[in-house]
Each structure stands twice: as C-alpha cells, then as structure tokens.
C-alpha cells in the first residue's frame, strides 16, 4: 500500500508553508528518511523526509505554491501506483486523540476528482470544471481573472464564472473579450459607449495605458513567505496598537570604554568579543526585571505581566527581518548571553531557525546603528508591550561637568503602547536603561 507524503507541523503557530523546492523529481526511486522537499515558513527553511521506501508520485503542488499544513503532497509506493487526488487533500492530523496513529488522506468532493488544469497569469496551476470551462470560453472569461471558491478555495466552478460575469461592468461582449484577452480589469475602464457600456475602443485605450505602465515595473516582489508574514504583522501592529515614541540621548562614554576592556580581556577566553548589543541586553533584561510593568501583553481581557524575560534581538538576513529569542535574558551571564545569541543569529541567516528559536519573546531590541541611523521608530513585536530602537553611538560636542568635551553620545528610541503603559513609567524604564549605559558599573549591584 502506497505510503502518503504529507507537510508536518512546524511549530504551534504554523498554519501554511511555502514549497521551495523538490529535491526529487516524480517518478524517481526514494529510500527513506531521503529529503524530498524545501518548504519555507515564516520563520525558516526546512525539509520533509520519505517516511518509506519506493516510487514518489508527486501530486499537483509545484514550488511556490503556498501549502496548509498536513496536506498530502506526493504517495510513495510501486511505480504503477498513481497520485490519484488532482487537487491536495489534508491529511489527518494524527496527534489528535480521537483519530488513528495513521496518516489518512481526507477525499475530495466527488465533483473535484477530474479537474481540468489551467494556468494564472502568475504561473499558478489551476483547476477548472468542464462546465466552467465551456461557460468562460462562451463569455470571453479569462480563468485566472475568476476567484475560486471550489475544494478549498484552488478549483473554480460553474458559480465562480456566474459571479465574476454578474460582478463586472456593463461591457460590449467584443470589449469582454478584448479585455480578458488584454489583461484589462473591466473594473478600471471608463465606458463612453450609450448608458456608460464599455466598448472596444475603450478596452484599447486602457490596455495601452497598462502596458505603458507595466514598462516601468523593474520586479515585482510576492507578497509569501517570510516577506507576506512581515507585511501582515507590522501592518496588524500599526493598525492596532496605540503607539508612542519616547527618544532619549545617553552619554555611552563609560559604556564603550567597558565594551573595549572587556573586548581586550576575554575576547579570546570566551572565542567572541562581546558586542555593543550583547552590553545592552544585559542592561535592558536588568531595566525590565526591575520594572515588570514593561515586561508584558496583552490578553482579551487583560494586561499580563510576565515572570520570565525573553529577549528578541531583531537580525537582518537575505529572507527578511528575523527575530532570535535569548530566553530568560536576565538569568544569563554575558558570556552565557552572547555565545547563545550568536548560535541563533547563525541558523537565522542559514534558514536554520527552529520554530521555538524565533517565538515566545517578551520585549525586543532592534539595532540600526551599523547603518549610520541616528534615531527611528520601529514597529511593536506584537503581542509585546515594547520595543528598543538603537541608533549609532558618535562622537558630539556636548556640556560635560560644566565643561564642553566630545563625549560618545548614543540615542535611543523607545516605542510602546499606550493601551499597557502610560507615558511617564515608559520614561521611568527608558531612564534607568539610561543610567545603566552612563554608569555600567551599576549592572555589578543588580
């Protein structure tokens, strides 16, 4: 009996991944615990294992399709055996108490076991239904302007077609044509024709003017993997936290000379020099140890104070934004902090995260200052209450025990939400981060 390959869990909160790529092509002899497959979540790359020995016979997945979790993707078996289900089917998930250790596929509606395929402009297969089919090719419909609504929203039927038709402007049946033909969104045209009916003069007119702007489009970027899940959660935090920015100058004399005995002492010790980052986490895990209040989230009904400090350092990497997780930040010497820091920061950048490495964080320091940034405002980590942003540490002309001297002078940016914390404790906790970096030598009585 054929053997079902089919996406696992990756961690409590991932709900889809994005197929990278096959490592084997169908048709081909696998043995198992083989790599068959590089998907993508939110937060690294990982591959799915044969868990037999045979034939693969992939289904219709390709690579940047985006696939739920526990979806059949390919059966292993002999090689008269066939992926028999055109469209993926989710698998059961076998953690569930109430349902058999073994992995069984969920059959598709009877009326989705022979779709015909087609492909969107984009290079995304489809499936269409005959009847679909025959009714788009009559109106002059192009398949992959329709939304599907058919077995789990990837198969367009008759009723799709119904309501893209029902939807659309009052248009010449020659300017549909034209249009579906063109790529024109019938929606966007102005018609000149009796009663405002879109004609095909008008389609022409606007198809030219798309073109003309198409030109000028150098790339175009999806908005999947890593890349959408950033654009969705920074967009959910600035449309629902009430944010407010707190800026704050410290002078970091005391603080780069300490970095650079330290750098000099243990450097080769500890096989790292600790860094400017590693220092203020230590101080910023101190600063919300002593102030609880900034250590926090938000529930349905609540403000949670958390007992435990779970430092997110934010990291640039070719796949995006990455936020490695230092857990309990403040019980860690700095050597513990930054040999750990490190090792997660180097998975982040090879797409090697786990799927714990990048969650649970409590508060989160974001660092540009590598980049000549002075100041800026970055977004809430949701569900956090804060974030720490950090800009460069340069050299100023300031007053200095009543004298002018050039002191190292550091800016910091406080962002947070105004919903868990109320201006003046935020000042409160930003001031103490401040004290810690003028005069390091107080982390020693933390």
């Known amino acids: 009996m054929a053997e079902e390959v089919f996406i696992p869990k990756l961690g409590q909160t991932v709900e889809e991944v994005t197929l990278i790529s096959w490592l084997v092509e169908d048709g081909d002899k696998v043995s198992q615990g083989q790599e068959l497959i590089e998907v993508e979540t939110d937060k690294a790359i990982f591959t799915v294992e044969a868990n037999a020995k045979g034939t693969i016979h992939i289904g219709p997945c390709k690579e940047g399709d985006v696939v739920p979790v526990l979806t059949v993707v390919a059966i292993i078996g002999k090689e008269t055996d066939t992926f028999s289900v055109e469209a993926p089917a989710p698998a059961v998930d076998s953690a569930a108490p109430t349902e058999s250790p073994a992995h069984k596929a969920v059959p598709a509606p009877e009326t989705s076991l022979e779709p015909s395929p087609t492909t969107a402009g984009n290079g995304e297969r489809l499936f269409i239904s005959p009847r679909a089919r025959k009714l788009a090719s009559e109106r002059g419909v192009e398949p992959a302007q329709v939304t599907p609504t058919g077995y789990e929203g990837i198969r367009i039927v008759e009723r799709d077609v119904i309501a893209y038709l029902s939807a659309l402007p009052k248009a010449t049946p020659v300017a549909q044509k034209m249009a579906a033909a063109a790529g024109v969104d019938l929606h966007s045209v102005t018609g000149s024709g009796p009663g405002g009916k879109i004609i095909k003069d008008d389609v022409a007119r606007a198809a030219g003017s798309a073109e003309a702007q198409q030109l000028e489009i150098v790339e175009r970027i999806p908005l999947k993997g890593v890349r959408g899940i950033i654009a969705e959660r920074m967009g959910e935090s600035v449309h629902t936290t009430a944010r407010v920015t707190l800026l704050m100058e410290a002078d970091a004399t005391e603080f780069v000379a300490m970095r650079e005995r330290l750098k000099a002492t243990v450097s080769e010790e500890w096989d790292f020099a600790p860094g400017y980052n590693d220092l203020l986490a230590m101080i910023v895990a101190a600063a919300l140890r002593r102030f609880q209040y900034m250590n926090a989230r938000l529930a349905p009904d609540a403000i949670e104070i958390l007992g435990y400090v779970n430092l997110g350092m934010a990291v640039d990497t070719e796949r995006g934004l990455l936020v490695p997780v230092v857990r309990d930040a403040d019980q860690k010497s700095l050597r513990q902090f930054g040999t750990e820091l490190r090792a997660l920061i180097e998975r982040a950048r090879n797409s090697r995260s786990m799927p714990e490495d990048l969650t649970g964080g409590t508060f989160t320091i974001t660092n540009l200052g590598m980049h000549d940034v002075d100041a800026f405002t970055p977004v809430i980590n949701l569900p956090e209450a804060a974030i ?51 005069e390091p030598y107080l982390l020693i009585a933390q």
């Open 388 to 438: 720490l942003g950090v800009g460069r540490i340069a050299p100023k002309v300031v007053p200095f025990k009543e004298e002018i001297a050039i002191r190292q002078m550091w800016t910091l940016s406080l962002v947070f939400d105004h919903r868990l914390v109320d201006g003046a404790p935020a000042a409160r906790f930003l001031q103490y981060i401040k004290q810690l970096i003028e």
